[in-house]
């Protein structure tokens, strides 16, 4: 009797063992944290959507698509970037926390301190402009500016990686400034660096030397960019809007955001109550030109 038990037993022991034996092999399911990861944030998207931009800058993001433009200039993480003639910074709010979250640095030109013939007015919006980007250095990191204008020096050789020049080529070519500011970002920019510009653009054909209703044929941008030595890499629609006319009473800036309805020479805050913006404002902003051009690659050796 002892020894059948003992039979039975060792058969019952056998079974479960085969039973086991034949299961299927268990998957290991990789720990929850890191199933649900979530991606890094794109450095570009959180400088767009950052809290510090204002929301009438974000509302004009309709028209100045920046995302789509800065990846179409070729903008990218690390770089040395220069913004030429920043104005109320829309561009500066974006570029500078990019270049602090990415490792680069971010550089503003800004009143030529060295010209002594510069208004207090505007050594005023100079300190005006570095005391904004002084105020919150977590946001935008230690913006630097440099001396730019009419008989500024030239500005620090082979430095930038990317340049951006938005609305102001008319504004050059009002001054007579057009070649200088041209070869100066040209020597600023390191052999390969990008050259971006954003303006106004006119319909084809001839064009006023002085730019005076804003707007500047994208044939004439192109021919004094090639003439300082830059090479046209590409053109985009980006910014393209075909229901400017460009036959406005006050130039482009009868349009959104200036909405001007009265000469400039009147005054700069110049206002015309009756004056009827309805159709300016279904305008939007103007049609602009978006141009990439390059610094020429050192040769090889």
């Known amino acids: 009797m002892k020894t059948s038990l003992m039979g039975v037993s060792a058969l019952a022991l056998l079974t479960a063992l085969s039973a086991c034996s034949k299961q299927e092999p268990t998957t290991q399911t990789p720990p929850v944290a890191e199933a649900t990861q979530p991606a890094a944030a794109d450095p570009l998207v959180a400088s767009i959507s950052g809290e510090w931009r204002s929301a009438d800058d974000k509302a004009r993001d309709e028209f100045r698509h920046p995302k ?3 990846e179409f200039w070729g903008l990218a993480p690390g770089m040395t970037v220069l913004e030429v003639q920043p104005g109320a910074g829309w561009w500066s709010d974006i570029l500078a926390p990019y270049a602090k979250a990415t490792g680069g640095k ?16 505007a050594k005023q919006g100079r300190k005006d402009f570095e005391a904004r980007f002084a105020a919150k250095p977590d946001v935008y990191g230690p913006v630097q500016f440099v001396n730019f204008g009419a008989k500024s020096a030239p500005l620090p050789e082979n430095t930038f990686d990317f340049a951006l020049s938005a609305r102001s080529f008319h504004g050059w070519m009002g ?4 070649d200088k500011f041209l070869k100066d970002l040209y020597g600023a920019l390191k052999p390969g660096g990008i050259l971006a510009i954003e303006q106004h653009r006119a319909n084809p054909g001839e064009q006023d030397p002085k730019a005076a209703s804003g ?3 994208e044939a004439y941008v192109i021919e004094q960019a090639q003439k300082a030595g ?8 980006i910014n393209a809007n075909a229901k400017d006319t ?7 800036w009868t349009l959104p955001p200036t909405k001007r309805t009265r000469p400039y020479s009147e005054g700069p805050d110049a206002n015309d109550p009756n004056f009827d913006r309805t159709k300016y404002d279904a305008i939007g902003e103007s049609d602009r030109m978006t141009l990439k ?6 040769p090889a050796a």
């Open 68 to 70: 789509e433009a800065l």
């Open 215 to 217: 707007y500047v044929t």
């Open 293 to 298: 051009f390059r610094k020429p690659a050192a």
């Open 246 to 252: 460009k036959d406005h009473p006050f130039g482009v």
């Open 230 to 237: 830059f090479e046209l890499v590409e053109k985009s629609e």
């Open 175 to 178: 001054g007579g400034v057009t």
């Open 106 to 121: 971010y550089y503003a030109t800004a009143a030529d301190l060295a010209n002594p013939e510069l208004s207090e007015a």
